[in-house]
């Protein structure tokens, strides 16, 4: 029985550490986006557009500010993520929406790695370290 105790301890480290804690964590959650970063400085939202990230099971889903977007995901050892494909409705919006909207559905495409904060944030990042920012949707 003393040697059960640290195996059970072992399995939940080595469970963690795979990333077994991390796939629940964004599980059940939504976010709306703020910003993003393509290397040329922090982008706010744009005014009148509310883009969205959602997830639910291994279904991701959302808007970009134009158009409505859902797929799949998959989170891997740490912080890694793998979204998509995505499937995206085809609405026009104005010039600046659409460039917005292109950063974003850019950036999830090629997202690797996300960031949670304890400030309620969540980073999307891609490889050449891009960002997008989002804060979570309180639970009321």
Same mark, same amino acid.
């Given at each position: 029985?003393?040697?059960?105790v ?10 963690a550490?795979?990333?077994g ?22 982008v706010?939202?744009? *005014?009148?557009? &509310?883009p969205?990230?959602?997830? $639910?099971? =291994? @279904?991701?889903?959302g808007? +970009?500010g ?5 797929g ?12 998509? *494909?995505?499937? &995206?409705?085809?609405?026009?919006? $104005?010039? =600046? @929406?659409?460039?917005?909207? +292109? ?9 690797f ?5 304890s ?22």
């Open positions: 029985m003393r040697r059960l640290p195996l059970v301890a072992l399995v939940g480290l080595l469970l550490a795979c990333g804690e991390n796939a629940s964590t964004l599980d059940g959650t939504s976010w709306t986006y703020f910003a993003y970063d393509i290397g040329d400085g922090v706010q939202k744009l *005014p009148n557009t &509310s969205t990230l959602s997830f $639910e099971g =291994d @279904v991701v889903s808007s +970009d134009c158009n409505d977007f859902t799949s995901y998959e989170i891997s050892s740490g912080n890694m993520i793998e979204i998509g *494909p995505l499937a &995206s409705t085809q609405k026009a919006c $104005e010039a =600046d @929406v659409m460039a917005q909207a +292109d950063v974003i559905m850019s950036i999830l495409a090629d997202a790695l996300y960031e949670k904060t400030g309620d944030e969540l980073f999307m990042r891609n490889e050449t370290a891009n960002f997008l920012g989002y804060n979570r949707v309180s639970d009321e």
